[in-house]
C-alpha cells in the first residue's frame, strides 16, 4: 500500500477557484502519494486569474489547470477516485455522478473568493484566506493513516476535517491526525 498513489476529485460549482486551489496544493503537497483533479458541474471554462496569479506566486505549477466538467470523471477510462470533496455549499447540494469505485467523500465548504467584490486588496485577500483554509484541511488529511484506517473511520475523519475551522492555529479537533 505505500507505493499507493490515491486520486482526489475537489468539486465546486464553476471549478474556478476553491477546487482549482484544492488540486494544486494537493498536488504540490502530496506529490508521489497523491494525484488531485479538480471539476465543476457548471464550469465557468476559465480559471479565475486571482487564483492563477496567487498559486503562480507561491511556486504551485499552475500550467496544466483548466476549467471543466465533473462530468470528465464519471466517462468510461477517467481515473477511479479514492477520495472526492466539495469544496463549496452550491456542489455539496447538487446530484453528483455515481462514482466508480467506492472514494470516501466530504464536505469541505469555503467561502467563495470569487464572488468577493471591491478593491484588489479586499480580493487578493479573500483568495489568500481560500487558499490558507484549503491548504490547512488538506495538511490535515495528509496527515491520516488512510492505508491503515478502516472506510467508516476515514470517512469520520474526513468529514471531521471539514468542520474545522481550519485556522492557522484552530484546525480540526487535535486527535483527527493523531488518533487517525
Known amino acids: 500500500m505505500a ?20 488540486e494544486a496544493i ?10 488531485a483533479y479538480s471539476a465543476g458541474s457548471q464550469p465557468r471554462g476559465t480559471v479565475n486569474p486571482y487564483a492563477i496569479n496567487l498559486l503562480r506566486n507561491l ?20 481515473p477511479v477516485m479514492d477520495f472526492v470533496f466539495t469544496v463549496c455549499d452550491s456542489a455539496a447540494n447538487e ?12 464536505h469541505w465548504g469555503i467561502p467563495d473568493p470569487a464572488a468577493v467584490t471591491g478593491s484588489e486588496a479586499q480580493i ?6 481560500a487558499y490558507r483554509m484549503l491548504r490547512r484541511r488538506i495538511e490535515l488529511f495528509l496527515a491520516l493513516p488512510i492505508s491503515s484506517i478502516d472506510h467508516l473511520a476515514l470517512q469520520e475523519k ?18 483527527i491526525a493523531a488518533n487517525g
Open 26 to 35: 494537493l498536488n504540490q503537497l502530496g506529490e508521489g502519494r497523491f494525484r
Open 124 to 129: 487578493a485577500l479573500a483568495f489568500d484566506e
Open 95 to 106: 446530484a453528483c455522478p455515481v462514482w466508480p469505485g467506492r472514494p470516501a467523500t466530504a
Open 59 to 78: 511556486g504551485h505549477d499552475v500550467s496544466a489547470l483548466r476549467s471543466k466538467s465533473w462530468d470528465e470523471f464519471a466517462e468510461p477510462g477517467a
Open 3 to 22: 507505493d499507493r498513489v490515491y486520486n482526489v476529485l475537489f468539486l465546486c460549482t464553476a471549478n474556478s477557484a476553491r477546487s482549482v486551489l484544492a
Open 158 to 175: 474526513l468529514r471531521e476535517i471539514g468542520k474545522s475551522g481550519a485556522g492557522a492555529d484552530n484546525g480540526a479537533p487535535a486527535d
